[in-house]
């Protein structure tokens, strides 16, 4: 298990990555365009770990619409549950 898998969700370290990771994927262009900020992306991102989403499948596969998040049918199949 890679030291990232074993941090905690809501940890600060995991908010960090996380924050890290969204600099990166903004600046980068290569996000659906209704993604434009860093947090944007961060919200999309936790919302995609809850579901069991990695980072680059719920920034593709979730959308939102008048503020609330959704996932496209093809991405639940990839969603696992929590015990």
Do not use: W, Y
Request: aromatic share 4%; net charge positive.
């Amino acid at each position: 298990m890679t030291q990232l898998a074993t941090i905690d969700a809501f940890s600060p370290q995991r908010f960090q990555v996380m924050c890290q990771m969204a600099e990166v994927f903004i600046r980068s262009r290569m996000l659906p365009p209704s993604i434009q900020t860093p947090e944007q992306a961060i919200v999309i991102m936790v919302k995609g770990q809850e579901l069991g989403l990695q980072p680059l499948q719920a920034l593709n596969g979730i959308n939102v619409i008048q503020g609330i998040l959704g996932v496209t049918n093809g991405k639940m199949s990839h969603a696992h549950s929590f015990p």
